[in-house]
């Protein structure tokens, strides 16, 4: 049981993750410190080239402000480059989340009154388990123009906009 735990403390400890800085807020950095991963932080303009030569376990597309498409202009060549050229695990938070959308041929939209605060119950499509979550946000990747290769993983209670892709 103590050499499970070593194994599992060892393996974590040298996870390393890269974060595309789009405005990623001081918490979600400290949270994965605190897991004991290994964060690369790099500039929201990063190129593919840069990303990689980390060798990164996995990309996580942070939050930040801002529409998705004004941003998207500028990081959709890379993260469609990290998409078919990689096998690193790729995740997004808010905006990140919505950047990736769209470089798999989704779509966003603005939402009539966004989503902003804690307690926002999230429908687990896969295991119907309900989570609850913080969001500020006011943009969400429109479901119905998900391609055939990209499942809606997670859903708002509130108003059934996407919360979550695979």
């Not at 974590?12 to 004991?36: E, P, W």
């Not at 932080?41 to 402000?65: C, H, K, M, R, Y």
């Not at 096998?87 to 989704?106: D, E, K, R, T, Y």
């Given at each position: 049981?103590?050499?499970?735990?070593?194994?599992?403390?060892?393996?974590?400890?040298?996870?390393k993750?890269?974060?595309f800085?789009?405005?990623t807020?001081a918490?979600?950095?400290?949270?994965?410190?605190?897991?004991?991963?290994?964060?690369?932080?790099?500039?929201?303009?990063?190129?593919?080239e840069?990303?990689?030569?980390?060798?990164p376990?996995g990309?996580?597309?942070s939050?930040?402000?801002?529409?998705?498409?004004?941003?998207?202009?500028f990081?959709?060549?890379?993260?469609?480059?990290?998409?078919?050229?990689?096998?690193?695990?790729?995740?997004?938070?808010?905006?990140?989340?919505?950047?990736?959308?769209?470089a798999?041929?989704?779509?966003?939209?603005k939402?009539?009154?966004?989503?902003?605060?804690?307690?926002?119950?999230?429908?687990?499509?896969?295991?119907?388990?309900v989570?609850?979550?913080?969001?500020?946000h006011g943009?969400?990747?429109?479901?119905?123009s998900?391609?055939?290769?990209?499942?809606?993983?997670?859903v708002?209670?509130?108003?059934?906009?996407?919360?979550?892709i695979k």
């Amino acid at each position: 049981e103590q050499n499970k735990k070593k194994d599992i403390k060892k393996r974590v400890s040298s996870t390393k993750i890269v974060v595309f800085d789009f405005g990623t807020k001081a918490n979600i950095i400290h949270c994965l410190k605190r897991d004991n991963v290994v964060i690369e932080l790099v500039s929201g303009q990063a190129t593919f080239e840069e990303i990689i030569a980390l060798d990164p376990d996995g990309i996580l597309l942070s939050n930040g402000p801002g529409d998705p498409a004004a941003t998207h202009k500028f990081t959709n060549q890379v993260i469609k480059k990290l998409v078919k050229n990689t096998s690193v695990p790729i995740f997004g938070i808010c905006l990140g989340h919505q950047l990736l959308g769209l470089a798999l041929g989704a779509k966003t939209q603005k939402m009539n009154h966004g989503h902003h605060g804690a307690n926002h119950p999230v429908l687990d499509l896969v295991t119907g388990k309900v989570e609850i979550t913080s969001m500020n946000h006011g943009f969400a990747i429109d479901s119905s123009s998900l391609p055939e290769c990209i499942l809606e993983t997670h859903v708002s209670l509130f108003d059934r906009s996407n919360c979550g892709i695979k």
